[in-house]
């Protein structure tokens, strides 16, 4: 899993080694992860892969990592950056309520999917929490890690969901 931090001068790219919803699960080594996301932005100034999770012997949690990051980046105001689904359910995280009263959030909007749910849970949690939240509208690509392991187990290509570089490597290395 992979998180995306917001900051001034450049986004983080938050390797995570554990977390609870992956417990159990299958996933690339750390090692491979930590490969395949540099690669997947060589030339890329604007973004910094962070190892920061990959050697915390814990459980990575949100709410601990946060704390971290503010502060390693006390001047900066961050912005975790994260989909719909996963901020409709945020106050049920470990230490969630903690991290909707000292974060600030900026969601991945797909038009017409869950909007008016989440322009409910946004008013709810800035009148509840004081929470900051902005909502991000691009045009993402729809591409799940599911699909590029599926494709790639399946010997297709799968150049269009991941860059050349990355696709390459998991096959050198033969991963999924």
Known sequence: MVYWIYRQRKTLNLLIKITNFKKGKKVAEPHHRMTMSQLAFVGNTKVEVSDYEMNNTEISYTYDT??????????DTLYFIMGTDSFLQLDSWYKGVDLLKTSSFAVSVRPGYREDELEERIRYYRKEYGTKVSKIYAKMPDVSSTEVRNRLKSGEDAGDLLPDAVERYIKENGLY
Do not use: D
Not at 66 to 75: Q, S
């Open 66 to 75: 946060l704390a971290y990051l503010r502060g390693v980046y006390p001047e």
